[in-house]
C-alpha cells in the first residue's frame, strides 16, 4: 500500500504560482512512478505531469507545458508540482497518483494509489 497527501493548494490571482506537494509512504518511493492530474468541477479528472521513478523522465499536458514542472526527491519521499503563470482554467483539486511501474505514463488506469487532492483556486 501506498498513502499520498498533497499539500500547497490554495486562493491565487491569474499570473500568480504555487507549488504543491505531494509526500508518500508505506512503499520504496524510489521505485514509484509518481503523477499529478486534475478535476474541476463538472468535468473528468484528466492529466496534469508524471515523473519517472529516478526522475529522469517527464511528461506533461500540453495545456501546462512550459508553465508547470514535475519533480521529485527521493531522498524526502515526495514529489513537487511547480505551478507558475498560473490561469483561471488551472482552477480544481489536484491529485497526487503513484504508478508501481516506475513509468511516466498518462493514463489514469496506470496509477493504482491516489490522495485525497488539495484545491486550488485560481482568480481572474
Known amino acids: 500500500q501506498v498513502q499520498l497527501v498533497e499539500s500547497g493548494g490554495g486562493l491565487v490571482q491569474a499570473g500568480g504560482s504555487l507549488r504543491l506537494s505531494c509526500a508518500a509512504s508505506?512503499?520504496?518511493?524510489?521505485?514509484?512512478?509518481m503523477g499529478w492530474f486534475r478535476q474541476a468541477p463538472g468535468k473528468d479528472r484528466e492529466f496534469v505531469a508524471a515523473i519517472s521513478w529516478s526522475g529522469r523522465s517527464t511528461r506533461y499536458a500540453d495545456s501546462v507545458k512550459g508553465r508547470f514542472i514535475i519533480s521529485r526527491d527521493n531522498a524526502k519521499n515526495t514529489v513537487y508540482l511547480q505551478m507558475n503563470s498560473l490561469k483561471p482554467e488551472d482552477t480544481a483539486l489536484y491529485y497526487c497518483?503513484?504508478?508501481?511501474?516506475?513509468?511516466?505514463?498518462?493514463?489514469?488506469?496506470?496509477?493504482?494509489?491516489w490522495g485525497q487532492g488539495t484545491q486550488v483556486t485560481v482568480s481572474s
Open positions: 508505506g512503499r520504496t518511493f524510489s521505485n514509484l512512478g
Open positions: 497518483a503513484a504508478d508501481s511501474s516506475g513509468g511516466y505514463y498518462d493514463r489514469r488506469t496506470n496509477f493504482g494509489y
